[in-house]
Nanobody, 119 residues
Framework: QMQLVESGGGLVQAGGSLRLSCTAS????????MGWFRQAPGKEREFVAA????????YYADSVKGRFTISRDNAKNTVYLQMNSLKLEDTAVYYC????????????WGQGTQVTVSS
């Protein structure tokens, strides 16, 4: 099993920045492709970003490309999502997920962290 705990969400003004963290325990984290998903009120959960097991490859949804950066530190069992130039439409609950296969979410989810962008 893999246990995932997110942190770093909060309230931020449009144009601001936040960094989310996801710390993993249990199943081997360093061998797993990891990702972030988000779910806004009344909408389905959607893919945001993913990072390969080594950190050498990253993938982004078109809506966040150029604004968000995913990274990982395998020594700390942690994956990060740096979010810059936040927009109102980025408001959602953000979930950490793994181990991903291509762009398909894996079996393990964190509890989610709320990100609210205000005008």
């Amino acid at each position: 099993q893999m246990q995932l705990v997110e942190s770093g969400g909060g309230l931020v003004q449009a144009g601001g920045s936040l960094r989310l963290s996801c710390t993993a325990s249990g199943r081997t984290f360093s061998n797993s492709k990891m990702g972030w998903f988000r779910q806004a009120p009344g909408k389905e959960r959607e893919f945001v970003a993913a990072v390969s097991w080594s950190g050498g490859s990253t993938y982004y949804a078109d809506s966040v490309k150029g604004r968000f950066t995913i990274s990982r530190d395998n020594a700390k069992n942690t994956v990060y999502l740096q979010m810059n130039s936040l927009k109102l439409e980025d408001t959602a609950v953000y979930y950490c997920n793994g181990p991903m296969r291509l762009f398909i979410p894996g079996a393990y989810w964190g509890q989610g962290t709320q990100v609210t962008v205000s005008s």
